[in-house]
């Protein structure tokens, strides 16, 4: 998927916010979708197939929680959520619905840039490639597989729906089958940057990893192993 053709919906009731991000997208190559409140939002994220959304956690109306959980029960679109000062609360709200970065208000531009491109560059699927076989980065179990390059899971014969966020846990985890990964650790390595200690991320992740794998295959959703005290584990049967 190149730059050119990625699609970004932006979802601020404050129309300098859209027009400040519009701009700034539209400088990197990306086209630019606008929505004012979660109505129109939710209209245009069912109707079209975003990229990336951006959204506002606090619009008239229906609120960027709702907007997400409502989207995240049909579609896995990535979201990059806008928070204000103090919202800490909503936030963790909006990573239990399935968003999959946030950024605080006042934002730089440029930090919104750099937080899409990461966003973008893990859920490429440059890799939706027909290939005979599985390639060399493909991570086998009795009951997961995972195709990397292609960003696929499937559990128990099925495939599953991820955000870009579970994915990335999933396949980090599973890279190091029986290792025991903090929650300091999988903040650092997964979201690659600081998150100050919000631990909770990395707990409603993998609540939200377990239940989709759990609908499929419950024998899947029980290889990733809480270590009381410690963090998370992929546990594979011996």
Known sequence: MSDEL?????????????RLLKMYLEKEGYEIDEAEDGEIALQKAMLTDYGLIILDLMLPGIDGVEVCTRLRQVKSTPVLMLTAKGEEINRVQGFEVGADDYVVKPFSPREVIY??????????TTAYLTKDGLSNNDIVFPHLVIEHDAH????????VSLTPKE????????TSPDKVFSREELLKDVWNYEFF???RTV?????RLREKL???SP?????????????????VAK
């Open 6 to 18: 990625i699609r970004i919906l932006v979802v601020d009731d404050e129309e300098r916010i859209r």
């Open 115 to 124: 937080r899409v491109k990461a966003i973008l560059r893990r859920s490429s």
């Open 152 to 159: 696929r899971v499937t559990a128990g014969g099925e495939e």
């Open 167 to 174: 994915y990335e846990l999933l396949h980090y985890l599973a």
């Open 197 to 199: 200690g919000d631990l």
């Open 203 to 207: 707990d409603t992740h993998v609540k």
């Open 214 to 216: 759990n609908k499929v």
């Open 219 to 235: 024998e899947s959703a029980t290889m990733i192993t809480t270590v009381w005290g410690v963090g998370y584990k992929l546990e």
